[in-house]
């Protein structure tokens, strides 16, 4: 079988969609592929897109934000990821960016979170997402999209429904397995699945999705009947594309041997993805020619809030020695964890104690209340000395000094701190692009974007910047690559 179209995108996320919007406005025909029935990632995420400079939603909030302040506070993050000149363009397109992606039919909302939290509840939609606290002039930024529970779904959805609205092709239960090149990419050959196969291997994939995330083993079981399926039934298809191909297959987190060979002290967390992030998009890169940057950067994920009281302890490792700031985003206080073997704990007093258990019924989301009962019931030891409660956790006692009030608890935060308190885990590197139209480095007519490229995440991770990370080079790699010429 043969499909043509100018533009062929590999991945239907957040980053491949806004890739096929932009392209398919330009005038290009856009056919994207994508293995599973798309949302990948982005439709289990939290629906966050950290946004600012002066959006609507802060506007009505009654915030004041310039994108001046948020690319002072983003350089932090970014780092040398991106050039300082991308990072500008980012933050001064960023309200705009927010404004297209409610063109797009994605709602937002300004009711302002105002306490710290990971993820605020279903009465609040703009929070501080990432570590803003920590320096000047500090905004909420965390756009949530407006939906009950974890709203990356809603966020997802309202996007596939406008790329149906825009004439493109979507072709699920297809999986990329070459690129076809000659002296450029001209097209994608794949394995589609039609017809009973198809129902199947998508019935099987939609039941592996949350076990994938809350109890793997039986997600990956599942998984793995979906992939017999996949290969004993997938049919040959080539896809032609006459303008080029952008990779939007997001990252590696579910490829075991990739972590291991790239981030080998990320070991033992939670891959949060899905079976689609096993790099699979990223090796299409690599053996086209392509380079890839910052494979060895993993966001680590240890939130200590909510509840927001827990902020106030002190984060000590294995030999009683204070680190960190609880204060800060998840990932920072994650990767200060893993450069200490991935063990640490969090200190705190009884009034503490007390007032985070207090805080749970109204701070927490539903899925944030087992984690939180957990930590502040079995996952802490409580004595009423600094050195009785070091020796029941096995540590050596906290070198801080007498603070509050006793009994003193330390909260496990290790990386392998039990079932009920699992780590996220999830990569940030990926494929070398230009910086001003997403082509990969070196191949002609392939394009990269989302978790497939480096990007102003993939450095650092605070909540919403990688979705927002995918709008922005979702939508430049779907702009210049219906720029092409048809070849």
Not at 255 to 282: C, F, K, Q, W, Y
Not at 432 to 455: K, M
Request: aromatic fraction near 8%.
């Amino acid at each position: 079988m043969e499909v043509t179209a100018d533009v062929v995108v590999i991945g239907f996320g957040a980053a491949g969609a806004c890739a096929a919007l932009e392209a398919a406005a330009a005038g290009a025909s856009v056919v994207v592929l994508d293995r599973f029935a798309g949302g990948g990632a982005t439709a289990l995420s939290g629906g966050i897109v950290y946004a600012g400079g002066g959006t609507r939603q802060q506007v009505e909030a009654g915030v004041a934000d310039t994108p001046e302040a948020m690319y002072a506070y983003l350089k932090h993050e970014v780092r040398d990821a991106v050039s300082d000149e991308t990072l500008r363009r980012f933050c001064q397109d960023s309200a705009k960016t927010l404004a297209w992606l409610e063109d797009q039919g994605v709602p937002f909302d300004a009711r302002l979170c105002p306490f710290k939290t990971s993820y605020p509840t279903d009465d609040y939609y703009l929070y501080h997402s990432g570590s803003e606290t920590a320096w000047p002039d500090p905004a909420p930024r965390g756009h949530r999209t407006r939906a009950k529970g974890t709203s990356g779904r809603v966020f997802f959805a309202r996007l596939a429904e406008a790329t149906r609205r825009a004439g493109v092709r979507v072709m699920t239960q297809t999986r990329a397995v070459d690129l076809v090149v000659a002296d450029r990419v001209t097209g994608v050959r794949c394995r589609t699945l039609i017809g009973l196969p198809k129902a199947l291997h998508r019935a099987l994939s939609k039941a592996a999705a949350k076990p994938w995330l809350y109890f793997p083993p039986l997600g990956r079981a599942l998984h793995r009947v979906a992939a017999v399926v996949e290969r004993r039934c997938g049919q040959e298809l080539t896809v032609h594309a006459g303008r080029g191909v952008i990779i939007t297959a997001g990252g590696f987190i579910a490829n075991r041997t990739m972590v291991r060979e790239h981030a080998p002290a990320h070991r033992g967390g939670l891959a949060l993805g899905t079976p689609g992030d096993d790099g699979s998009g990223i090796r299409l890169g690599i053996a086209a020619g392509g380079t890839t940057d910052r494979l060895d950067k993993v966001s680590v994920w240890r939130f200590v809030t909510p509840p927001s009281a827990l902020q106030r302890g002190i984060l000590v490792d294995v030999d009683g020695q204070p680190f960190g700031d609880a204060t800060r985003y998840g990932a920072a206080i994650g990767d200060e964890i893993i450069k200490r073997d991935g063990k640490a704990w969090l200190l705190i007093d009884d009034d503490t104690l007390t007032v985070a258990k207090a805080q749970v019924p109204t701070q927490t989301a539903a899925f944030q209340r087992f984690q939180a009962r957990y930590l502040l019931s079995k996952g802490l030891v409580t004595a009423p000395t600094l050195e009785a409660v070091a020796e029941k956790a096995g540590i050596r006692a906290p070198q801080v000094e007498p603070f509050g009030r006793p009994p003193y608890s330390l909260i496990n935060v290790s990386v392998r701190a039990g079932f009920g308190y699992p780590c996220p885990m999830l990569t940030l590197g990926g494929l070398v692009v230009d910086e001003e139209t997403g082509a990969v480095q070196g191949v002609s007519g392939l394009y990269a974007a989302g978790r497939s490229a480096v990007g102003v995440c993939s450095e650092s991770y605070v909540s919403g910047l990688a979705l927002a990370d995918c709008v922005f080079s979702g939508r430049r790699a779907g702009q210049h690559v219906a720029k092409e010429v048809r070849c």
